[in-house]
């Protein structure tokens, strides 16, 4: 890396980092969900290092699986292979719900409602039906059922994704999801903050406003 650029990023990092009221574990957290989009193999490998100082394995795993459904397995598979070239100790192994979709109604319903099921509701071919059904198997049903993270903190490394991303209506509703789950705007804002030095300026001013819209 160009010497002046390295010094210059390194000294907006620190600044960002220095002010930051999210715990470093925290912020390692939300940087690799952001990563995990981005599909960065440098940094991502540098941050699973510099989580592992403040986290374990299991925990930075549960943070990767569950972005699957939102960022699809392809990325979600390729974060994983560098975590496993940066420590082999698998993750914790949880039952599945024989009821994927009861399951994962208990935890979508007070967050989301019938949102989603109501938007695809005149959907053809059965698509109304089933893209609601899967989301809430999947989304929520098969990871969210899996112990090894609250809910407060699914929501808020999901929506560091969702940021990365820039899917506006998603953006939207995660982020009052969010507040339901036990985040405060605050977190929710430096969320979004500690991607600065990522993403930039345009996304996470974008996502602020969101996010402030959201506990209006």
Known sequence: MDQDYKTILKRFKDEVTSENPLSKAEQELTIISALTVLQD????????????????????????????????????????????????????????????????????????????????????????????????????????????????????????????????FQIKAHALGSLKAGNSESELIWTALTLLPYIGFPLVINSVQKIHQANE
Do not use: C
């Not at 991502?44 to 100082?53: D, P, Y």
């Open 41 to 168: 193999k440098a940094d991502l490998k540098e941050h699973f290092s510099i989580a592992l100082n403040t986290v374990s394995v299991d925990l930075i795993r549960e943070v990767v699986y569950q972005l699957s459904p939102a960022i699809g397995s392809s990325k979600v598979k390729n974060a994983l292979r560098i975590l496993n070239t940066v420590t082999k100790k698998d993750g914790q192994h949880f039952a599945i719900p024989e009821d994927t979709y009861k399951a994962g109604l208990e935890f979508q319903k007070p967050l989301y409602g019938n949102e989603i099921k109501d938007l695809m509701a005149d959907l053809p071919a059965n698509a109304g039906k089933l893209l609601p059904e899967w989301l809430t198997k999947n989304f929520f049903g098969d990871y969210y059922t899996r112990g090894a993270l609250p809910v407060k903190d699914r929501e808020r490394y999901l929506l560091a994704a969702l940021i990365t991303m820039n899917v506006d």
